[in-house]
């Protein structure tokens, strides 16, 4: 199995989790599987890490909305409601593009510490120069 199919099934599964884990109601499940994402993505371009983690945070919050919006839950009357209580205008797919934002700024600040302390790991681990006679 290459890296790319692996990744790509981390991230199906990372979005098939977030999903479970928003409809039990557990928010910063976006944040961990971004985390797993970012350290198995750390040996490959940064662009590759916040791709997989932001597409499973996106589509892992996505999915229990839609899912509810088809059992004939009140999604988008739910969401302007919320709007309007945030000060946002009263639309429900503004409330519900900032609920998908929000899960993917959670992947995006995992991935930048998942990127941040690899990068501190590489270079305690790096052999230090030799100093010059």
Known sequence: MT????????????AALIALATALQFWP?????????????????????????????AVGWSLPLIWRAVAGDPVLGTARVTAGLAGLPATGWLAILVTIL????????????????SALRATRTSPSPSPSP
């Open 3 to 14: 890296t790319d199919s692996r990744l790509r099934t981390a991230t199906a599964a990372g």
């Open 29 to 57: 499940m976006p944040f961990l599987v971004a985390l797993v994402l970012g350290i198995l993505a750390v040996r490959r371009r940064a662009r590759i890490a916040v791709l997989c983690a932001t597409t499973a945070a």
């Open 102 to 117: 929000v899960a993917v700024l959670q992947a995006l600040a995992a991935v930048w510490v998942t990127r941040t302390f």
